[in-house]
């Protein structure tokens, strides 16, 4: 056998070895975050708060998780994901089990935001490890793997909350205990398992391919303030961060609210608690068909398939409000509908991180984007609470997330690679 074919082979088993082994860990990444959710009837009973104040604590922690994500891309950047992603996670287990400890509101806010700024060392430094390992003709489908993980992160932290309250009866504290210890053995199993880059397994690194940001005369280092100008100065690359989130906030909309939507007053009544279930499994689905969609069908065009979901999202969402709870069968269709087509186009979004800024700059892109993704998010939070209070009525939030997938929609049809 040719020595380049046999060195090309072992090359692609180590990409899909490295992809694997980020997935894995990223799988066990929302066990320490979406749990809360979950426990927000029995913060709600227990601290005598309303929703708005609740949805201050979740606030709280998507900015910190934005601010970090805005750090940690860079960071990234400069010290690769191994170390930063596992050092991510361990604090995360301990945040979550501090705020199970709480004995005030207030401290659930404090350590939860915490939590937040902990969890933001995950994503970005990930994503610049898929960005090392596979180039941009692949790119979408790699990223399409690792979302799917995150994905089914969700639907594994919906499944165990159910589990928990609906068969074991656990306190609410026990959804920041038990959950978590997953996350710690995904981060050793990474630790051991995963290499920044192809170098340090001994092959070449790959070309940097493709954007004039890239341009070889550029030998020297850059710096950190010399990448987030580059990145901030991106009018498409803004548009595209401002695009993702309106969609973050229609999806954690959905992922936060829909569990208290079927959990009602008392869960000992909610019948149809396991709904809520199909709304993480259609969000992990979609986004491999996402993925595959835009380098596949697209050519590589991200903004047609996001533009193409989150339209059909929004309407799909006003649905749910209309179709009554009770409706299992319908509740079940729509809930998968929604979850698949809001968060399928994020495996489009971060690829266009190494697309529109080049590879050297794709972990502060990605962080940039984040903090965009996520302090959209925040507002969105209490801003369902107060409604939910205002109105008595849980549904509620899918009036408001189906508005925010037209905005997302809308703006990102401006962007072009």
Excluded at 5 to 34: H, I, P
Excluded at 213 to 220: G, P, Q, Y
Aim: aromatic share 16%; hydrophobic share 50%; proline share 3%.
């Amino acid at each position: 056998m040719n020595p380049l074919d046999t060195n090309k082979s072992e090359f692609r088993k180590a990409q899909w070895r490295m992809l694997f082994t980020v997935m894995f860990c990223y799988l066990f990444f929302y066990t320490g975050r979406q749990n809360f959710g979950w426990a927000i009837q029995g913060i709600e009973f227990e601290f005598n708060v309303t929703k708005q104040y609740i949805g201050w604590a979740g606030a709280a922690m998507l900015w910190a998780y934005g601010i970090g994500q805005f750090i940690n891309g860079n960071l990234a950047d400069k010290y690769g994901a191994r170390r930063m992603m596992v050092l991510g996670g361990l604090l995360s287990v301990v945040m979550n089990w501090a705020t199970s400890f709480a004995t005030t509101y207030w401290m659930i806010v404090v350590f939860w935001a915490l939590n937040g700024f902990s969890q933001s060392l995950g994503w970005a430094p990930g994503s610049r490890l898929v960005s090392n390992w596979w180039g941009g003709k692949e790119r979408g489908k790699a990223f399409g793997f690792y979302v799917f993980a995150a994905g089914c992160s969700s639907v594994l932290i919906y499944l165990l909350s159910i589990v928990m309250l609906d068969m074991y009866e656990l306190d609410w504290r026990w959804l920041f205990r038990l959950p978590v210890l997953l996350l710690l053995i995904g981060c050793l199993f990474f630790y051991y398992m995963a290499r920044d880059k192809p170098e340090d397994l001994g092959f070449s690194n790959l070309e940097n391919e493709a954007t004039s940001l890239d341009i070889k005369k550029e030998e020297r280092r850059e710096s950190s303030i010399e990448r987030y100008k580059k990145v901030l100065k991106n009018k498409k690359f803004i548009l595209a961060c401002m695009s993702i989130g309106f969609q973050n906030m229609a999806r954690y909309g959905l992922l936060v609210w829909v569990p208290l939507y079927y959990l009602g007053t008392n869960i000992k009544e909610s019948s149809n608690l396991w709904i809520a279930l199909a709304l993480p499994i259609g969000m992990a689905l979609g986004t491999i068909f996402f993925g595959q969609l835009s380098d596949r069908v697209f050519k590589s065009n991200r903004s047609k398939p996001i533009a193409l979901s989150l339209g059909l999202a929004g309407l799909v969402i006003l649905l749910v409000y209309i179709v009554p709870k009770e409706n299992i069968l319908g509740g079940l269709l729509l809930m998968f509908l929604s979850g698949f087509l809001v968060y399928g186009p994020q495996s489009c979004y971060w690829p266009l991180s190494p697309d529109l800024l080049g590879v050297k700059r794709s972990g502060t892109g990605v962080g940039v984007m984040n903090t965009f993704a996520y302090g959209f998010a925040g507002i969105g939070e209490p801003f369902i609470g107060y409604m939910s209070d205002v109105t008595g009525q849980e549904n509620t939030v899918f009036i408001v997330t189906s508005v925010m997938c037209f905005f997302s929609a809308f703006i990102i049809l401006f962007v072009r690679r």
